[in-house]
């Protein structure tokens, strides 16, 4: 029976720590999907964007720190998912 309980709890854990994972990474990916588009704006000459592409750097910073703190728990799809955004990010923000 405690076998079964703990198997229980772990499982519980997993599906847990999977939804706020994606959760997390969702965040991410929002942030990246605007950090990219700001860019772009900035690079044209759009001042607006330029300040708000520096607060979005910031978000990001803080979602970084958070995935660092949560990688360790990220399923194999999650890190895929993780080095997908992060590469799309970079790719689009140094686009020319």
């Known amino acids: 029976m405690k076998k079964i309980l703990v198997l229980a709890a772990i499982a519980l ?3 847990s720590c999977k939804d706020s994972n994606d959760s997390l990474l969702d965040s991410y990916e929002e942030v990246a999907e605007q950090v990219v588009s ?10 607006e964007a ?17 995935i660092a ?5 990220f ?10 955004i992060s590469q799309k990010m ?5 686009a020319n």
């Open 13 to 15: 854990c997993f599906v």
């Open 38 to 47: 700001c860019t772009q704006k900035a690079k044209s000459g759009d001042p």
């Open 50 to 66: 330029i300040s708000e592409t520096a607060t979005l750097m910031e978000k990001g910073k803080e979602l970084d720190l958070k």
């Open 69 to 73: 703190n949560a990688k360790g728990s």
């Open 75 to 84: 399923t194999p799809e999650q890190n895929a998912r993780y080095l997908q």
């Open 90 to 94: 970079m790719m689009g923000a140094f």
